[in-house]
């Protein structure tokens, strides 16, 4: 078991172009999540899917930010726009339940906009 | 929804001290407690998770202690050593939200 794979695990965008980070969860998990990490603000909660549905969205920008699960195998995470203050490590992170099991996170993607 | 708050946000102590963390939940309803690891450059990893009925969970070289009347959850890592510097988070789940709601993290200094 490879565990919570993500890719790529640096990036290094322009301001104003677009990214997009992968996560490849832990088969037969049910949950995916993403979170964003900075000193400053800490783990910040994105979304989360459920077998594949996107169940809560709160903690997304309501602006540039998407993200998508288009089959059981792989979540996106897409910035539209990139500024600077969107760099940050992106964690993906999957379960067998969203919130009675532990989470598994993947090594993150660091995401640096110049 | 719910609110978990930790402190504190560092901890600087010396090899074979204890070390203490504590978190703090709002939602009376919470059932499930997590305690993860972050070391420098690596991702998250469960330290313990703890289930509501039990107040006193014992790892390796440290004890998480639940009071669910306060809704406080600590982290107590007896005799620290310098391989125990990492972030550490607490997370909260099983309450009328569902998900799981982290702390914002502590980061522990161990020095020899």
């Known amino acids: 078991n490879a565990g919570v794979i993500q890719t790529p695990r640096h990036k290094v965008t322009g301001k104003g172009q677009e990214a997009t980070l992968w996560c490849e969860p832990i088969s037969g998990h049910s949950a995916v999540f993403w979170y964003r990490q900075t000193i400053v603000q800490g783990l910040e909660f994105l979304t989360y899917f459920r077998n594949q549905a996107p169940i809560d969205d709160s903690g997304m920008p309501k602006e540039r930010f998407s993200a998508q699960m288009p089959n059981q195998s792989h979540s996106t995470l897409k910035i539209q726009s990139t500024q600077p203050q969107d760099s940050a490590v992106y964690l993906c992170a999957s379960s067998w339940t969203p919130t009675n099991e532990r989470l598994f996170f993947g090594h993150g993607t660091k995401l640096s906009v110049l | 929804g719910e609110q978990v708050e930790q402190r504190p946000p560092h901890l600087s102590v010396r090899e074979g001290d204890s070390a203490v963390i504590t978190c703090t939940y709002t939602d009376p309803n919470s059932y499930y407690f997590f305690w993860y690891k972050q070391e420098p450059g690596a991702s998250l990893q469960l330290l313990m998770k703890?289930?509501?009925?039990?107040e006193i969970n014992e790892g390796q070289g440290f004890t998480v202690l639940l009071n669910k009347k306060d809704k406080r959850l600590s982290l107590n890592l007896t005799a620290a050593h310098p391989g125990d510097s990492a972030a550490y988070f607490c997370a909260v789940s099983g309450g009328s939200n569902n998900r799981i709601f982290f702390g914002d993290g502590t980061q522990l200094v161990v020095k020899p």
């Open positions: 703890v289930f509501s009925s039990t």
